[in-house]
């Protein structure tokens, strides 16, 4: 299973930017992608997750307004939308699958998203 994270940039706050994860090497249909994050000098958190079969999300309370999880079953890919962008939202981001009920097993390499002030 390889799982590669793009899309981390450097962004000014306030602006908009959609992370992908590309999965290969498996059918996800009974798994769950999630998506993590880790700031400089912070442990990693969970942001969102996403039935690949049948698009149920859910997110972390603090993060529901403003990140979106979708997935797009054709191209083997999940998003994470950040919109209104903070200076704490600076951080590696990570996808990540797990089969449904169980643990994160598989980990992308992390994107880098870096905003200004």
């Known amino acids: 299973v390889q799982l590669q994270a793009y899309g981390g940039v450097l962004v000014q706050a306030g602006g908009f930017l959609r992370l992908s994860c590309v999965a290969s090497?498996?059918?996800?249909?009974?798994?769950?992608m999630g998506w993590f994050r880790q700031a400089p000098g912070k442990e990693r958190e969970f942001v969102a997750k996403?039935?690949?079969?049948?698009?149920?999300?859910y997110y972390t309370d603090s993060m529901k307004d403003r990140f979106t999880i979708s997935r797009d079953n054709a191209k083997n890919t999940v998003y994470l939308q950040i919109h209104s962008l903070k200076p704490e939202d600076t951080g590696v981001y990570y996808c990540?699958?797990?089969?449904?009920?169980?643990?994160?097993?598989?980990w992308g390499q992390g994107t880098l998203v870096t905003v200004s002030s």
């Open positions: 990540s699958s797990a089969p449904r009920g169980g643990s994160y097993n598989y």
């Open positions: 090497g498996r059918t996800f249909n009974n798994y769950v």
């Open positions: 996403i039935n690949w079969s049948d698009g149920t999300t």
